[in-house]
């Protein structure tokens, strides 16, 4: 039972992990079309905030110090506004560019992002102590789980829930969700196209910062390739949750965790190494069947 | 006229393409011969490397208009390839135990290496291609980058035959640029030649057209996975080639920094010209080569590797951005390289406006 | 007093030229139909006034302003609310969502809700079968539920002038009646000024008013729509023979 457990939590936090990365993805796509290959040195930038520039191996940490009620919402604005900023500098050039130019704008962004970190950071990865209050385990029927593995379920659920009434509720959210669908037609209805992006690249970047928190206290380094892994994950869980469907997004990035996870368990020792190619050819197969992703968007048709 | 005529005329009306390409490849050659400096000299094999790499990736993309990231995994395969057939039996018996017997005794020369490194990566290349092109472009796109980092990942974790993340050495290193040339100017003829057969004017009629292609009864998928076949092979013998030129191998020599540059060459020299492509490495090599020196001070301080520091990438993203916000055609366009007199600059088969 | 007026307007897609040096004004109350076979331009020239395509030359006045490359947004705030071809609902939102899209504009946050109330009852009032299916999504409606839900959509923005796109495009006879006839009170009851596209004539001899016929991106004819109906230049320009 204790086992069961463990892998029920490992597979649900990891998929947390991939579910925020594919909401943060999708975001952008639904609002325009933008495969956005930035987002994973976004994440890495927000650990790096925490810490004084030095190419040192031992980090000095800075903001990292702040009481946690403070450093919480500190890194989110941080990644809202480091994702705002490549919005105002770089992608609002690309408004009326194919959604192919955009994406490898974004590629080449991320690549500047990457290597201005490695300049100030030099590229070893760094430990740090991040929240170190949160990897003090808790029993749940009887299995010893970390703590920082209920917090991540519990604060993407949480951020889902909070997400989907914003989206509902709020004038700002049917906007967005309005522009998803149809951008032109928004606009002729009165929206404000620049206040619907930055909104969805703000929300974007906080989405990218929660990660960078989780991951940072999880894996106690800093590292300037730390978010490769979650965002080609979260890229595929939005190809496999049909581009653009945020709902979609989000399902398909907890399929993914489980399937690591299950993987994890299921294969041999040697094998285990393997698990994310064993992860990326089980994607692969799901779309010799499902080329459209399992979960098609209505309505939201890629144009290409 | 016959199909079989009309295309000999397309080859001569289109073939001062590659042999200007050619002759600047090998301009470049004997500068760098006579200058007899060995600095220089390794500049411009990386150069022909690099070309091969964008020509490489110039055959899928700029044919399909699919954007792919995950061509570097075909120059790893190719890479691995020459690690282990011409690494000495002995060496491979330490740093790589776990290979097949017949595989541990061979020991073959740079250029059967570097072919069997094509034909390792042509044949992958067909088994991912069979999958990858069915999706439509985004998808697709994504699903390339997904194979660069599965190739990536079980290259840095199978112990027994890549020696893991750590280097491979021992590889036959070859310092004479001239089998680097050859190889350039062959990749550049195998793109021109594709581009001007029946596939590669279908897959780019299908590329501009894609519904009237379709309907004129193109299979896009199919001609997609010969120009993904094709351009795998160019990779994985230039990624064989590349390691003769340092010498070792590990799985990320062939992972995002080399994606990034090839990319970004083949983006700012014009992604669906072959001209672009070439002088798209030319002209970044160039401002890599100057930022380097900018870096080391005074002295050509050249190794083939990245220097720290990170300015050179920050740089070569900003140039890169800046191509694609004002000329996103790249610096070519659709048009390539022909004599001044030539009929017509446009390439074959009259391909439309990219974008 | 014009309230819209276009002067030497033209229009370009690349190197094709979809209007050509075109100048009308509307005035404040007017209804408006722009005929014309296909390809005349006429919804270029919708999309130019909607600020969607920018014009390659010209220039657009709305309401006193000049709305010359405007970004739609802008367009829609100064208060035109424009239904394009093919009538492009939110297929995922429902259709009180789409009706509320465009009330943004009006209110911030807290007000947002209750006007949007409001705007609703009367939308619903002139089209009770929106308030029937309040909560369906709209892509499942009907081709004729859907051409009232853009309708009320626009109108939902409180405009000075609604532009509409070919509105009996793929309904039947009945049912473009019908919408036509509440477009028709709907102008009596709030002033609106409405400018039409239609690919036919038809439609604006019976309902009246003035009428332009468009042709090759061109201004043929501009004069009052049942007097057009009668003339024999008309059938001439419209089928193009003659001297064309």
Redesign the interface.
């Known amino acids: 039972m204790g086992s069961v457990m463990q892998v029920v939590f490992d597979a649900a936090s990891l998929g947390s992990l991939y579910a925020l990365g594919a909401l943060g993805i999708a975001l952008i796509f639904g609002v325009m079309r933008l ?1 956005n290959f930035a987002h994973g040195d976004v994440i890495a930038a927000c650990v790096f905030v925490l810490l004084w520039p030095s190419v040192d191996a031992v980090a000095i940490v800075f903001a990292g110090n702040l009481p946690w009620f403070l450093l919480v919402p500190f890194v989110l604005a941080m990644g809202a506004a480091l994702s705002v900023a490549s919005e105002v500098v ?1 992608f609002r ?2 408004r009326n ?5 955009m ?3 974004s ?3 991320g ?2 992002i ?3 970190l ?2 100030l950071y ?2 070893r990865p760094k430990s740090i102590s991040l929240l170190p209050t949160l990897s003090q385990p808790v029993e749940i029927m009887g299995a010893r789980i970390p703590l920082l593995q209920v917090i991540t379920i519990v604060v993407t659920i949480g951020v889902l829930f909070g997400l989907t009434s914003f989206l509902r509720r ?3 959210g ?2 967005m ?2 522009a998803a ?2 951008f ?10 620049n206040r619907v992006i930055m909104g969805a690249f703000a929300l974007s970047g906080a989405l990218a910062a929660a990660i960078a928190l989780i991951l940072g206290s999880q894996t106690g380094t800093a590292n300037i390739v730390m978010g ?2 979650v965002m ?1 994950m979260a ?2 869980a ?2 496999i949750g049909g ?1 653009g469907s945020l709902a979609g997004a989000v399902i398909a990035g907890f399929l993914l965790g489980a399937i690591a996870v299950v993987m994890q368990v299921i294969l041999p020792p040697d094998a285990r ?2 698990r ?2 064993f992860v ?2 089980a ?2 197969l799901v ?2 069947f499902r ?1 459209q ?1 399992l979960l098609t ?4 048709k ?1 144009r ?1 | 006229m016959a199909p079989r005529t009309q295309r000999r005329s397309v080859a001569l009306r289109t073939i001062s393409t590659p042999l200007i390409l050619a002759a600047l490849l090998v301009a470049f050659a004997l500068v760098a011969w006579a200058s007899g400096s060995r600095p220089f000299n390794q500049t411009v094999i990386d150069i022909f490397l690099q070309v091969i790499f964008v020509v490489g990736l110039y055959v899928f993309v700029g044919n399909s ?3 792919s ?1 995950g061509h570097i995994a075909f120059a790893c395969l190719g890479g691995y390839v020459a690690a282990w057939t011409t690494i000495k039996p002995m060496m491979k018996g330490i740093s790589m135990p776990g290979l097949p017997d017949w595989l541990m005794q061979l020991e073959i020369p740079f250029w059967a290496a570097a072919l069997a490194g094509g034909a390792f990566a042509a044949f992958w290349a067909l088994v ?1 291609g069979a ?2 092109m ?6 697709a ?3 390339t ?3 660069l ?2 190739v990536n ?2 290259y840095s ?2 112990e027994s035959v890549t020696a893991a993340t750590s280097s491979v050495v021992g590889i036959p290193i070859l310092r004479v640029l001239w089998p680097y040339l050859v190889a350039a100017i062959l990749a550049v003829f195998a793109a021109w030649a594709y581009s001007i057969s029946r596939h590669g004017l279908a897959l780019r009629a299908a590329r501009d057209e894609p519904t009237a292609a379709a309907a004129s009864g193109i299979d896009i998928p199919r001609a997609r996975l010969i120009a993904f076949v094709i351009s795998g092979a160019i990779m994985g013998a230039g990624g064989a080639l590349y390691a003769h030129s340092i010498g070792l191998v590990t799985p990320d020599t062939y992972y ?1 920094g080399l994606t ?1 540059t090839t ?2 060459m083949l ?1 700012v020299g014009g992604m669906s010209s072959l001209s672009g492509a070439v002088l798209g490495v030319l002209i970044l090599s160039s401002l890599i080569q100057a930022l380097r020196w900018l870096e080391a001070g005074i002295d050509i301080g050249t190794t083939t590797f990245a220097l ?4 050179q ?2 740089a ?3 140039v ?2 800046a191509i ?2 004002f000329r ?1 055609a790249g610096i070519m366009g659709n048009k390539e390289l022909t004599w001044p007199t030539g009929r017509g600059n446009d390439k074959p088969g009259e391909p439309g406006e990219t ?1 | 007093m014009s309230l819209l007026s276009l002067s030497n307007l033209t229009i370009r897609y690349g190197r094709l030229t979809a209007v050509r040096n075109v100048a009308f004004t509307l005035a404040e109350g007017e209804i408006l139909f722009i005929t014309g076979p296909n390809g005349a331009g006429k919804s270029s020239l919708l999309r130019a006034i ?3 395509t920018p014009p390659a030359g010209g220039r657009i006045d709305f309401a006193d302003h000049d709305i010359t490359g405007r ?3 802008d367009i ?2 100064l208060g035109v ?2 239904v ?1 071809e093919g009538r ?1 609902v ?4 429902t259709i009180e ?2 009706l ?3 009330t ?2 009006h209110a911030g ?1 807290h007000g ?1 809700r209750g006007r949007a109330a409001d705007a609703l009852e009367e939308i619903y009032a002139t089209f009770p079968i929106l308030k029937e299916r309040r909560h369906t999504q709209a ?1 499942l409606l009907s081709g004729g539920q859907q051409q009232m839900l853009v309708i009320g ?2 109108l939902m ?1 409180n405009p000075r002038l609604i532009a509409i796109d070919e509105p009996s495009l793929g309904l039947a006879p009945n049912i473009t009646d019908q919408v036509y006839e509440r477009l028709i009170a709907l102008r009596a009851h709030r002033k609106l000024t409405l400018l039409i596209v239609e690919q036919s004539s038809t439609r604006a001899m019976m309902v009246g008013g003035r009428m332009i016929l468009m042709r090759g991106g061109e201004v043929l004819l501009d004069g009052d729509a049942r007097a057009m109906g009668q003339s024999e230049a008309m059938q001439a320009a419209y089928f193009g023979y003659g001297d064309h």
């Open positions: 495969v770089v050039r690309f560019a194919n959604p192919a130019t994406m490898i704008a590629f080449a962004l690549f500047v990457r290597y201005f490695l300049m030099s590229s709020t004038r700002f049917l906007e969700r309005a669908e149809n032109t037609m928004a606009r002729v209805l009165g929206v404000r196209a490769a892994n080609l890229f595929i939005t190809v581009m190494a393997f994310d190619a990326y050819g994607v692969i779309l010799i080329p992703g968007a209505r309505g939201t890629e290409v | 208009g699919v954007i990231f991912f999958v990858l069915r999706l439509s472009g985004i998808a796109s994504i699903a980058f997904a194979m980092a599965m990942s079980i974790n199978w995002l990034f990319l970004s983006v720290p520091g990170g300015v990438e920050i070569l993203g900003v890169m951005i694609l916000m996103p974008n | 909607a600020g969607v970004a739609p947004e829609a705030r609310s424009m394009p492009e939110f297929g995922s939102l969502e789409n509320t899209v465009g943004g504009m946050e947002w892509g959509r626009a923005t």
